[in-house]
């Protein structure tokens, strides 16, 4: 042993507060969270989602961002080099509000904010390439927002249409859905919202909604959540047109279905009242009605002829058509609920299978047959399939009480009886495709994406309307068309913009000619969609970013973020991706090649179930917890845990635990309280108990340093002692490396790290070697977790390279080769006691062992051993008289 060689005095307590500041300078200086520019080491995109500068940070962003953080730690160590970044989605509404509120400038107000979360985020001690930092509000990268607009505008995918808008005619402004309340009044002026037709700006997305659903397929590293909620935003369908002839004119009503396994079951056509054949196929007889109803009609909303719970009125036209497939006759109808806008506008009636037609047969008498069954109640019955399409014997009598919506099996569907739905379906398109009177129809739910605000603090789009060339883009010399500085806020009149005609009036850059600028900004949801595209080249002034850089360190390989960005942020950055992909820009399909979305972090509230609103939630101050009752009334309430928020009172600031406990062990407790992706409730006892481990921890290594650091090698012969706490070494290393790696469990990986320390805290040799393997590599295996806390003890090691520039450990497998293994003894299958016995021992030698053993001898004496049972590598069991 070597005499005890110390820098300076070991502190014998943990003093967070001290060394986290310390190495937060220290690592700023080190540049240890520098982007690396040139290597040959694999590369690592860690992303958080950047956030929105509000003013403070909450839990949730801790959580957000100690799960990125120890990621990219880990990876570091792991030899890899790591890109993990940070911005802000900086533009958006409330710091208009701010300026209309209180007269701050909007510029104003968010910097100050950034300003306040930088700082907050930097007491993380967040492994953050603070160099790469942007802000979306900032002109050098809205600039380049500008830029990527004007190439969508040259692809044809930006494109300009009359769009219905939320309009508050008092305060004669638009308004976004988050300023109309659930009334439908405006959040300022209280006015009950118009729609209004405004000519707006559209991104073309359906363009791509086929590789947007497609290439979900190569997202394996996504939830399948997240992945199922695109698909169904995308929305495919696949239907049909079919067409059915009028009988004695020669017009053919085409109508759109997405269940041609239905067709069988048409007893009635409907079309759209405003449909043009309406008139034509209406009889003499049937004119007066006809008209009466659709003057009737004509004043209702598409709302009020959709809604489900409104009764459906139609009326017959006296004219009839032919259901191609049966050759039947069937009625034509006129009908409020089908719409003139919608596929092709006429519908065949399916009132058997359809909630609507069933409800509009019921009413008006029209006939229901049912045509598809569930399989268990068509077990009993033959389903041969006719021979002719057209021959409809009515064999299969089965009957419903209410509409059978689900898919099933077709019975008196002429050749395609027996089959089931989804078969049925393709079968009958093909048949109606080769006959000619039908054809397939893709639909999507996706629309195109309404990028234009009528608002002030976002990216102006830059182009300029020209009463001789029409929209100019704005020439890529003049990006970026900035923001101007002197505006008044006073939340009437439109954007503030629009009143500026300094800033309006221009010449128009083709032809000279006086002209106006746009005076719309672009979605925020346009600037978060490339942010993570700049990162890796954040500085660059000549270009949006050089390719060849980011196709290096694109895509992200983890993204981490909250589940409501599950369906619009990343649908968004997927389909910029591909945009600018086929502009040449970019070399790969997909952004985010694995994503986490963490779950909520949620406090201890109480509700009192008799009161509504907002005035249930009892915050916790104000509780009595043994005997929490509401301290207006009295009333017992109920204790649960819910998403900390301000309106119940449940939120426990951050800085507030970080002054107490410490960074390190804030972070600790996150990691080990739930995984990632589950909510997390939070609990004072278990930030205490990560507290008192980290001073185990800190208690263990500094005994350690205090009793002499033993450097000698380890001798071939190891004794038992040194085996077992060597195995408890290389269990923790390769337990922890796996919790880690593919699933992300750091609340397993944070209990093996106890598990290490209890094994160095209870072992019999201190003195050994082995020892200090175990000491050195439980302080390297908490550095990614506890980053503070390891890079001190590291150094009281007497190591004067920081923990975080060391190599991820490997375990030696050989060290995880039991030498001995325990063995259970029962008597009649009732466990009596267990012993150590050789771990390569066979049945026999097992038996023996067993059978001589002290507690078998003492339940065993005096009887006879029927049989002995011997499981190998469990247990002996003995069955005795
Ligand atoms: C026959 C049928 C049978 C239908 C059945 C449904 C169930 P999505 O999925 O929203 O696209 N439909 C078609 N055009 C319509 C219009 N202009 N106005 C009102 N309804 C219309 O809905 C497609 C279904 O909505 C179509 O499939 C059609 O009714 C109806 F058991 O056709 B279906
Ligand atoms: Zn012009």
Redesign the pocket.
């Known amino acids: 042993m070597k005499p005890l060689e110390i820098p300076y005095s070991v502190d014998s307590r943990y003093n967070p507060a001290a060394i986290e500041e310390k190495w937060q300078k220290t690592w700023a200086e080190l540049g240890l969270d520098k982007t690396p520019t040139v290597s040959n080491k694999p590369k690592f995109y860690a992303l958080s989602m950047f956030p929105y500068p509000s003013g403070s940070l909450h839990m949730g962003h801790v959580r957000n961002y100690t799960i990125t953080d120890v990621i990219a730690r880990l990876k570091r160590m792991q030899g890899y080099r790591v890109i993990h970044p940070m911005g802000w989605d900086a533009f958006g509404l409330p710091a208009e509000n701010a300026a209309i509120d209180r007269g701050v400038p909007p510029a104003k107000w968010t910097y100050q904010n950034i300003t306040q979360m930088r700082q907050q985020l930097q007491r993380l001690g967040l492994s953050i390439d603070w160099e790469c930092e942007l802000a979306t509000c900032s002109p050098d990268y809205y600039k380049w927002t500008q830029w990527i607009f004007l190439q969508f505008l040259q692809a044809g995918l930006a494109y300009q249409k009359e769009a219905a808008v939320n309009w508050d005619p008092i305060d004669q402004t638009v308004l976004a859905n988050e300023q109309v309340d659930s009334e439908g009044r405006s959040w300022r002026s209280g006015a009950i919202v118009e729609r209004k037709l405004l000519r707006q700006w559209f991104f073309k997305i359906t363009d791509y909604a086929e590789e947007l659903l497609n290439d979900l397929n190569k997202l394996t590293g996504w939830p399948e959540r997240v992945k199922l909620m695109q698909a169904n935003w995308i929305g495919k369908?696949t239907?049909a047109y079919l067409e059915f002839p009028i009988i004695g004119i020669d017009e053919k009503i085409a109508?759109?279905?997405?269940?041609p396994d239905?067709v069988y079951g048409v007893s009635y056509v409907v079309l759209?009242p405003e449909h043009p054949l309406t008139k034509r196929v209406t009889t003499k007889e049937q004119q007066a009605t006809v008209e009466t109803f659709i003057k009737e009609i004509s004043h209702q909303s598409e709302l009020e002829r959709t809604a489900e719970d409104k009764p459906k009125r139609g009326v017959p036209t006296g004219g009839k058509a032919i259901n191609p497939f049966t050759g039947e006759e069937v009625p034509i109808w006129i009908a409020d609920?089908?719409?003139y806008e919608?596929?092709?506008?006429a519908?065949?009636g399916?009132p058997a299978?359809?909630v609507r037609d069933f409800k509009f047969a019921r009413t008006y008498d029209l006939p229901i047959d049912f045509v598809i069954a569930s399989p268990d109640d068509v077990a009993g019955f033959d389903l041969t399939p006719t021979s002719e399409m057209d021959e409809v014997t009515q064999v299969i009598q089965i009957e419903y009480n209410q509409a059978y919506?689900e898919p099933g099996i077709l019975i008196n569907s002429g050749a395609f009886t027996g089959m089931a739905s989804p078969d049925a379906k393709q079968a009958i398109i093909e048949y109606a495709e080769k006959q000619g009177f039908g054809k397939v129809r893709v639909?999507y739910r996706l629309r195109d994406w309404l990028i234009s605000r009528q608002r002030y603090w976002g990216a102006p789009i830059p182009v300029i309307h020209c009463p001789n060339c029409g929209i100019v883009p704005v020439p890529d010399k003049d990006l970026p068309v900035e923001l101007p500085q002197e505006v008044e806020f006073t939340g009437r009149g439109g954007s503030p913009l629009t009143q500026l005609s300094s800033w309006v009036n221009v010449p128009c850059p083709t032809c000279g000619t006086p002209a106006k600028r746009e005076t719309d900004t672009m979605d925020t949801f346009i600037d978060s969609s490339w942010y993570f595209l700049r990162f890796p080249d954040a500085k660059n002034e000549e270009q949006v970013f050089n390719s060849s850089k980011i196709n290096d360190w694109m895509p992200v390989d983890q993204y981490v973020g909250g589940i409501e960005h599950a369906i619009l942020h990343l649908l968004y950055s997927r389909f910029f991706t591909k945009v600018l992909r086929d502009r040449g820009l970019l070399n790969f399909d997909e952004p985010f090649q694995r994503l986490l979305t963490q779950g909520m972090v949620q406090g201890l509230t109480y509700l009192n179930p008799n009161k509504g609103g907002k005035d249930k939630w009892i915050p916790s101050n104000v509780v009595n917890a043994a005997d929490p009752r509401d301290p207006q009334t009295g009333e017992p309430l109920q204790r649960l845990y819910a998403t900390m928020s301000k309106s119940k009172g449940n939120g426990v600031a951050p800085e507030d635990v970080i002054s107490k406990y410490g960074v390190d062990t804030a972070r600790m407790f996150i990691l080990f309280k739930a995984p990632p992706e589950k909510d997390l409730e939070w609990d004072e006892a278990d930030v205490e108990g990560q507290f008192r481990f980290l001073n185990r921890v800190w208690r263990l290594v500094t005994d350690y340093i205090a009793a002499g650091i033993s450097d000698s090698k380890p001798q071939s012969d190891l004794t038992k002692v040194e085996k077992e706490l060597r195995r408890a070494i290389h269990t923790a290393i390769q337990a922890v490396t796996e919790d880690v790696e593919d699933e992300y469990q750091f609340n397993t990986a944070v209990s093996e790290l106890m598990k290490l320390s209890n094994a160095l805290t209870d072992t019999s040799c201190k003195n050994s070697p082995i020892y200090a393997e175990g000491i050195r590599t439980l302080v390297v295996l908490l550095a990614p977790f506890a980053p503070h806390i390891a890079d001190e003890l590291w150094q009281l090691l007497g190591e004067s390279d920081s923990v975080h520039t060391q190599t991820w450990p490997s375990f030696d497998p050989a060290a995880l080769v039991a030498d001995e293994i325990t063995l259970v003894i029962q008597i009649m299958g009732k466990t009596r006691g267990a012993i150590q016995v050789p771990a390569q021992a066979d049945k026999a030698a097992l038996e023996k062992y067993a059978r001589e053993s002290e507690v078998a001898q003492r339940y065993i004496e005096g009887k006879e051993i029927k049989k002995v049972i011997v499981v190998p590598g469990k247990l002996v069991n003995f069955v005795v008289s």
């Not at 109508?255 to 269940?259: A, L, M, P």
């Not at 919608?342 to 506008?345: A, E, F, L, V």
Request: aromatic content about 14%.
């Open positions: 369908s239907g109508v759109y279905t997405t269940r239905t759209a609920y089908v719409l919608y596929g092709t506008g519908v065949m399916v299978h359809d919506t639909q």
